[in-house]
């Protein structure tokens, strides 16, 4: 099995190497399936997409799920084609390659952030973030770690399997490699599972609301509703 990454075309002089093509054709790949479904299968699609609602829900505990599956819902089927596409012949997984799953984790990552944001405000989310102030560095290095795990988890589970099952093939006859590969499959699955209920509990955690803080904030507007009644009385 080969482990390097070659450069294959230059695209605009921007140096274009084999994982991105693999990655353009998953895409192709997921579009196309997606489109037959549609046209084909429409009750099959919708199966496929309430599971993968099911899994999302499943993970986080937020009153509003809508805004958060088109990111992990994306995220589970890709990283999930990803990492079956290598069972065809002449075919890599992208995740294979270190640099996606870096750019996949920093997605991940970004998006906790943004979604927490957008639900909590830029500087009560800030605020919260680093409260207090010196725990600061130790949440940055958290952030970094959270990164580096996310990453090397999927690409180190992802490029064991592919070498185990390239080994296998080499060295024994046919029905133990086809063992092997279902193996693989099913891994495969179960880490784009792992991945995506990973990120679906960070965003979980980014945007939870404090109930004591919603309480007092709603005594205090309670407070001063009345203290305005009063004032007009």
């Given at each position: 099995?080969?482990?390097?990454?070659?450069?294959?075309?230059?695209?605009?002089?921007?140096?274009?190497?084999?994982?991105?093509?693999?990655?353009?054709?998953?895409?192709?790949?997921?579009?196309?399936?997606?489109?037959?479904?549609?046209?084909?299968?429409?009750?099959?699609?919708?199966?496929?997409?309430?599971?993968?609602?099911?899994?999302?829900?499943?993970?986080?505990?937020?009153?509003?799920?809508?805004?958060?599956?088109?990111?992990?819902?994306?995220?589970?089927?890709?990283?999930?084609?990803?990492?079956?596409?290598?069972?065809?012949?002449?075919?890599?997984?992208?995740?294979?390659?270190?640099?996606?799953?870096?750019?996949?984790?920093?997605?991940?990552?970004?998006?906790?952030?943004?979604?927490?944001?957008?639900?909590?405000?830029?500087?009560?989310?800030?605020?919260?973030?680093?409260?207090?102030?010196?725990?600061?560095?130790?949440e940055?290095?958290?952030?970094?770690?959270?990164?580096?795990?996310?990453?090397?988890?999927?690409?180190?589970?992802?490029?064991s399997?592919?070498?185990?099952?390239?080994?296998?093939?080499?060295?024994?006859?046919?029905?133990?490699?086809?063992?092997?590969?279902?193996?693989?499959?099913?891994?495969?699955?179960?880490?784009?599972?792992?991945?995506?209920?990973?990120?679906?509990?960070?965003?979980?955690?980014?945007?939870?609301i404090?109930?004591?803080?919603?309480?007092?904030?709603?005594?205090?507007?309670?407070k001063?509703?009345?203290?305005e009644?009063?004032?007009?009385?």
């Amino acid at each position: 099995m080969d482990l390097s990454h070659p450069i294959l075309f230059y695209l605009a002089g921007i140096p274009v190497r084999d994982t991105v093509v693999y990655t353009w054709i998953t895409m192709g790949v997921i579009v196309g399936i997606v489109l037959i479904l549609k046209v084909f299968k429409p009750n099959l699609l919708e199966m496929i997409l309430e599971a993968v609602i099911s899994v999302v829900d499943d993970a986080m505990d937020v009153d509003e799920l809508h805004p958060y599956i088109p990111l992990l819902g994306s995220l589970l089927i890709f990283v999930m084609t990803a990492n079956l596409i290598s069972i065809l012949p002449g075919m890599k997984s992208p995740t294979s390659d270190l640099n996606t799953t870096v750019a996949l984790a920093l997605v991940v990552v970004f998006s906790v952030h943004i979604y927490g944001m957008m639900k909590k405000g830029v500087w009560k989310y800030l605020k919260e973030f680093a409260s207090p102030i010196f725990m600061l560095p130790i949440e940055l290095i958290g952030q970094l770690s959270r990164t580096l795990s996310l990453s090397l988890r999927l690409f180190g589970n992802v490029l064991s399997g592919d070498l185990i099952v390239a080994i296998v093939f080499s060295i024994i006859p046919m029905v133990v490699p086809i063992a092997m590969t279902v193996l693989s499959m099913v891994t495969s699955i179960l880490q784009a599972y792992v991945l995506t209920t990973l990120a679906a509990l960070f965003i979980s955690s980014a945007v939870e609301i404090n109930e004591e803080d919603e309480k007092m904030k709603a005594e205090k507007k309670s407070k001063k509703r009345l203290k305005e009644k009063k004032g007009t009385v």
